[in-house]
T-cell receptor
Framework: GAGVSQSPSNKVTEKGKDVELRCDPI?????LYWYRQSLGQGLEFLIY????????KSGLPSDRFSAERTGGSVSTLTIQRTQQEDSAVYLC???????????????FGPGTRLTVL | GQQVMQIPQYQHVQEGEDFTTYCNSS?????IQWYKQRPGGHPVFLIQ?????EVKKQKRLTFQFGEAKKNSSLHITATQTTDVGTYFC???????????FGTGTRLKVLA
């Protein structure tokens, strides 16, 4: 079956513009994570969804960042008034169940590379 | 806040040599996952450890969870060029939803 897909694969935008990143998780996966990875760095947790609700938004860097998930499936990460420090690869991952389950292997998408000029 | 350190940051080995990376947490963990990320790729799940002192093996890879559930190790026996990449641990603690990724160990294997 299909894996996690993300779009666009690359996004170049100007400082101050809004961007929307999309994630299509594996069908049937209830948990969804967003991470950010700067060049040569580790993964920074942004937000976690269980179904359509986000019990943990603690990783969102500022109020310019928001995310939603609809129908327990597709998720969008929106960054308003982008800044140059927002440039990074944004990775989405889904898992069959939440973190309390043994079935929480995370399957990652290919990521969206965001460049803010 | 919780800190997760991996050592070493970089490791260059000759093909056939062994390799070990360590993941250390400042707090007691609920479980730990290990991922491998090839250059230009995305992280791929390797294993999950949940029990104190647990040891799991996958062919040439051996994973161990410390008795106090604060550290873990990944050991690769007789490295091959296909082992090249960055190895990350990802940890979670009881009562939290987030996975904190370690700083990663970048492995280079010289043929």
């Amino acid at each position: 079956g299909a894996g996690v897909s993300q779009s666009p694969s690359n996004k170049v935008t100007e400082k101050g513009k809004d961007v929307e990143l999309r994630c299509d998780p594996i069908s049937g996966h209830t948990a969804l994570y967003w991470y950010r990875q700067s060049l040569g760095q580790g993964l920074e947790f942004l937000i976690y969804f269980q179904g359509n609700s986000a019990p943990d938004k603690s990783g969102l860097p500022s109020d310019r960042f928001s995310a939603e998930r609809t129908g327990g499936s597709v998720s969008t990460l929106t960054i308003q008034r982008t800044q140059q420090e927002d440039s990074a690869v944004y990775l989405c991952a889904s898992s069959l169940a939440g973190h309390r389950s043994v079935y929480n292997e995370q399957f990652f998408g290919p990521g969206t590379r965001l460049t803010v000029l | 806040g919780q800190q997760v350190m991996q050592i070493p940051q970089y490791q260059h080995v000759q093909e056939g040599e062994d390799f070990t990376t360590y993941c250390n947490s400042s707090t007691t963990l609920s479980n730990i996952q290990w991922y491998k990320q090839r250059p230009g790729g995305h992280p791929v799940f390797l294993i999950q450890l949940v029990k104190s002192g647990e040891v799991k093996k996958q062919k040439r890879l051996t994973f161990q969870f410390g008795e106090a559930k604060k550290n873990s190790s990944l050991h690769i026996t007789a490295t091959q060029t296909t082992d090249v990449g960055t190895y990350f641990c990802a940890v979670t603690t009881s009562g939290t939803y987030k996975y904190i990724f370690g700083t990663g160990t970048r492995l280079k294997v010289l043929a």
